[in-house]
C-alpha cells in the first residue's frame, strides 16, 4: 500500500476542481497497477504499456441528456454526441495543460480514438479502453452491453483519460455490479448484436453493430445509442422518468402506424436534418 504525500492530495483535490469547473459530471483516478491486477486486456492495452513513464490515470464523464438520446437515430443525438467528445477532449487537454504546468508529464488520449468506421468494421478495438479505465477510477462497472454502468447516469456517459505520470491517490474500484442485467439492451438492440443470456457481460458481434455504424453514419444520425438509451440504470432516471413498455414496443408500434403519438417527439427529430434509417 502506497502513502502519499500532502502535496498529492493537494494536487488531486485541485484536479478535481478543475473538473468541477470545466463541467465534468464525474471524475475519478486509477493507479496503473490496476490494468494488471485485473488482468481484463492484452498487455500491450496497458497505458503503461504504451508510456512506460504513466502512473496514474485520471478518468472525466460527461454526461448524456436522455431525451436527445431517446431521439436515436436523429441528427439531435449526433450532434449531441459530437459536442460531448468536444468538451470531453477540451477539459482532458486543459487538465493535462494544468499537470504540466506543475511539472508533471501529463497528456491524454482522445475518446473514441478511430479514423472512420470502417475501420471498425475490419477491427473493431480501441488502442485504450476508457470503459476500462472508468472501472478501475472506481466510476462504475461494466455491463451487459459493454458500456461503463454508472450510478449517476447508467450508461449514458462519454469518458475521456488523462495520463500522468504523477502518483495521485487512487479512488477505490466499486465491488457490486451495478447492470441488473435485465436484458432491455439486448431486446431493444436493432441489429440483435448482444448473443449470451448466462454471462454478466454478452457476447456480442461488434463488425454487426460497427456495420450499422457505418449505414448511421451515411444517413447523417450516427451513433446508434440505442442499448444506453433503454439501460434503466442510472440517478438520471428520477429525473427523466423511465417506461420499458415504450422502449419495448417502438419498433412494433411504429412499424405499424409512423404517426403513432407517443412516439411523435422522437419521429419527428428523425425525420429533420438527416436520412431515413429503416431500422430503430
Ligand atoms: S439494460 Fe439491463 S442488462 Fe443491459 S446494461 Fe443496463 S442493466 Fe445491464
Ligand atoms: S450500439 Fe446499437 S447496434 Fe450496437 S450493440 Fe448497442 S444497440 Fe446494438
Known amino acids: 500500500m502506497l502513502n502519499f504525500s500532502n502535496k498529492s492530495y493537494q494536487l488531486k483535490f485541485n484536479i478535481i476542481n478543475m473538473a468541477k469547473k470545466l463541467q465534468m459530471n464525474l471524475i475519478g483516478f486509477a493507479p496503473v497497477e490496476r490494468w494488471e491486477k485485473y488482468g481484463e486486456t492484452d498487455p500491450e492495452y496497458y497505458p503503461q504499456n504504451i508510456w512506460p513513464e504513466v502512473k496514474s490515470v485520471i478518468v472525466l464523464g460527461t454526461q448524456i441528456y436522455l431525451p436527445m438520446l431517446e431521439t436515436t437515430p436523429s441528427v439531435v443525438y449526433s450532434e449531441l454526441y459530437n459536442t460531448a467528445n468536444r468538451i470531453l477532449d477540451e477539459a482532458a487537454y486543459k487538465i493535462s495543460n494544468y499537470l504540466n504546468v506543475q511539472k508533471k508529464q501529463a497528456f491524454f488520449f482522445p475518446r473514441d480514438c478511430y479514423g472512420d468506421i470502417s475501420v471498425l468494421i475490419e477491427k473493431p478495438a480501441a488502442a485504450f479502453s476508457q470503459v476500462l479505465a472508468g472501472k478501475y477510477a ?9 458500456t461503463l454502468i454508472t450510478k449517476e447516469f447508467g450508461p449514458r456517459v462519454r469518458l475521456v483519460s488523462v495520463l500522468t505520470n504523477a502518483l495521485l491517490p487512487p479512488d477505490p474500484v466499486l465491488k457490486k ?28 458481434d461488434k463488425k454487426k453493430c460497427a456495420a450499422y455504424h457505418a449505414e448511421l453514419k451515411s444517413a447523417f444520425c450516427y451513433p446508434c445509442g440505442v442499448c444506453i438509451k433503454v439501460c434503466p440504470i442510472g440517478e438520471d432516471r428520477k429525473v427523466y422518468g423511465y417506461d420499458a413498455k415504450k422502449y419495448l414496443g417502438e419498433r412494433e408500434v411504429l412499424k405499424r402506424n409512423k404517426k403513432d403519438p407517443e412516439y411523435a417527439g422522437w419521429v419527428h427529430c428523425r425525420e429533420h436534418g438527416s436520412k431515413t434509417v429503416q431500422k430503430l
Not at 138 to 145: D, E, F, P, Q, S
Not at 191 to 202: C, D, G, R, V
Open 177 to 204: 455490479d451495478l447492470c441488473i442485467k435485465c436484458e432491455m439492451c439486448r431486446k431493444c438492440c436493432p441489429t440483435s448484436s448482444f448473443k449470451t443470456t448466462e454471462n454478466l457481460i454478452a457476447d456480442m
Open 138 to 146: 472506481g466510476l462504475g462497472t461494466i455491463g451487459y452491453n459493454h
